[in-house]
Nanobody, 128 residues
Framework: QVQLVESGGGLVQAGGSLRLSCAAS????????MGWFRQAPGKEREFVAA????????YYADSVKGRFTISRSNAENTVYLQMNSLKPEDTAVYYC?????????????????????WGQGTQVTVSS
């Protein structure tokens, strides 16, 4: 069982930055691939970024590539999402997710159904 708690969301102007954190409980954090997803009102949940258990492999949605960076600290049981050059279309609730035994491919790590545990989400609002 893994519990995930996101933090770091808020209101920011377009062009600004935010850093999201996701703290995980338990002693097996390094066994999980981690992902960030987001959901805007009236839209389906969409993939943002993912990172493998070791942190060596990362994937990004095309819409955030070059602006967002995912990283993790297995010593601190935390995964981060650094978001730069934010745009109004980045406004959404951001969720982190943990998945066990996930093959590190774009198809598997980008699919919500792959993940076993989800956080409660943190709101990110980007004003124009």
């Amino acid at each position: 069982q893994v519990q995930l708690v996101e933090s770091g969301g808020g209101l920011v102007q377009a062009g600004g930055s935010l850093r999201l954190s996701c703290a995980a409980s338990g002693r097996t954090f390094s066994s999980y691939a981690m992902g960030w997803f987001r959901q805007a009102p009236g839209k389906e949940r969409e993939f943002v970024a993912a990172i493998s258990r070791s942190g060596v492999v990362t994937y990004y949605a095309d819409s955030v590539k070059g602006r967002f960076t995912i990283s993790r600290s297995n010593a601190e049981n935390t995964v981060y999402l650094q978001m730069n050059s934010l745009k109004p279309e980045d406004t959404a609730v951001y969720y982190c997710a943990a998945g066990l035994n996930i093959r590190p491919t774009p198809e598997t790590m980008g699919a919500p159904v792959t993940y076993n545990y989800w956080g409660q989400g943190t709101q990110v609002t980007v004003s124009s």
